[in-house]
């Protein structure tokens, strides 16, 4: 899936640099007069051959107005370029979780782990010290250079320093060990877990 949505962001990012590169290079070569200062040829219907040329005239604006399917038409193709332009924004802002570590094994071929498994360890095994409230591990990067994010939400009582350096040593160990990784970089974002307010008599 991760390679789907790049290929698709590739695809878009270069027909859309493409699109602004020649409306650019259009809006130029009418704006600044470029075509008669070069002696170039332009098509009969090219929009933008002088300065004070417009790309729609009065009378192709007006053209289709009076058609009853016009408006909606315009709007609906407005609308659809609107929700992809927010569904690929919303893809370039979420980070991609690696599905599948690659497990190096005896035999040289390796083996391919669950990436949601080793995250539901990780945050189970940090759940389970004394003072850490919910955790979140997400796995980033590549296959072979896995990168892992945690989100600890400590109890008003915890200490920061001994819940970080335990699940440095212990539960992001244990899961480097078990993924048979040289190294495992985290990243630990911390949120203290507010109390409720005590009630005075």
């Known amino acids: 899936m991760n390679g789907v949505l790049r290929t698709v962001n590739r695809v878009l990012l270069a027909l859309v640099g493409v699109l602004l590169l020649?409306?650019?290079?259009?809006?130029?070569?009418?704006?600044?007069?470029?075509?008669?200062?070069?002696?170039?040829?332009?098509?009969?219907?090219?929009?933008?051959?002088?300065?004070?040329?417009?790309?729609?005239?009065?009378?192709?604006?007006?053209?289709?107005?009076?058609?009853?399917?016009?408006?909606?038409?315009?709007?609906?193709?407005?609308?659809?370029?609107?929700?992809?332009?927010?569904?690929?924004?919303?893809?370039?802002?979420?980070?991609?979780?690696?599905?599948?570590?690659?497990?190096?094994?005896?035999?040289?071929?390796?083996?391919?782990?669950?990436?949601?498994?080793?995250e539901n360890v990780l945050a189970a095994e940090a759940e389970s010290q004394s003072g850490v409230g919910r955790v979140r591990a997400a796995l980033t990067g590549r296959r072979t250079e896995p990168r892992v994010r945690v989100g600890m939400r400590l109890e008003p009582h915890a200490a920061p320093g001994p819940a970080v350096r335990r699940l440095t040593e212990e539960a992001l160990e244990h899961a480097r060990a078990s993924a048979s990784l040289d190294r495992l970089p985290a990243e630990v974002r911390l949120r203290a877990q507010r109390h409720r307010p005590e009630r005075v008599l």
């Open 22 to 118: 020649g409306l650019g290079l259009a809006v130029l070569l009418g704006g600044l007069d470029l075509a008669r200062r070069w002696g170039l040829r332009l098509p009969s219907g090219w929009p933008w051959k002088t300065p004070d040329a417009v790309l729609l005239p009065d009378a192709q604006l007006s053209r289709w107005q009076s058609q009853g399917w016009w408006w909606p038409a315009v709007f609906a193709a407005l609308g659809v370029l609107v929700v992809l332009l927010l569904w690929w924004l919303l893809v370039q802002l979420r980070r991609s979780r690696l599905s599948t570590v690659l497990v190096e094994t005896d035999d040289g071929e390796g083996a391919l782990l669950r990436g949601r498994a080793l």
